[in-house]
C-alpha cells in the first residue's frame, strides 16, 4: 500500500505560477512511475504529466507541455508538478497517481491515487 498526499494548491492569477508537491508513505516510493491528473466541474479526470520510476522520462499532456514540468525526488519519497504561464482552463482538482506498471495517459493503469488538491486560476 502506498499513501499520497498532494500540497501546494491555491488561487492565482493568470500566468502566474505554481509548484505541486505529493508525498508518498508506504511501500518503497522509487520502483513506481508516477503522474499528475486533473478533474475540473462536470468534466473527467485527465491525465497531466508523468515521469518514470528514475526520472530520466517525462511525458505530458499537449494542454500543459512547455508549461508544467514534472520532476521527483526519490530521496524525499517526494514527486513535483511545476506549473508555470497558468490558465483559467487550468482550474481544476489535481490528483498525485501511482501506476501500476509504466507510466500511462489512462486512469485505468493507476494503482493509488492522493486525495487531490484544488488549483484555481483566475482570469
Known amino acids: 500500500q502506498v499513501q499520497l498526499v498532494e500540497s501546494g494548491g491555491g488561487l492565482v492569477q493568470a500566468g502566474g505560477s505554481l509548484r505541486l508537491s505529493c508525498a508518498a508513505s508506504?511501500?518503497?516510493?522509487?520502483?513506481?512511475?508516477m503522474g499528475w491528473f486533473r478533474q475540473a466541474p462536470g468534466k473527467e479526470r485527465e491525465f497531466v504529466a508523468a515521469i518514470n520510476w528514475n526520472g530520466e522520462s517525462t511525458y505530458y499532456a499537449d494542454s500543459v507541455k512547455g508549461r508544467f514540468t514534472i520532476s521527483r525526488d526519490n530521496a524525499k519519497n517526494t514527486v513535483y508538478l511545476q506549473m508555470n504561464l497558468l490558465k483559467p482552463e487550468d482550474t481544476a482538482v489535481y490528483y498525485c497517481a501511482a501506476y501500476r506498471g509504466p507510466y500511462s495517459d489512462s486512469v485505468n493503469r493507476v494503482l493509488y491515487w492522493g486525495q487531490g488538491t484544488q488549483v484555481t486560476v483566475s482570469s
Open positions: 508506504g511501500r518503497t516510493f522509487n520502483v513506481y512511475a
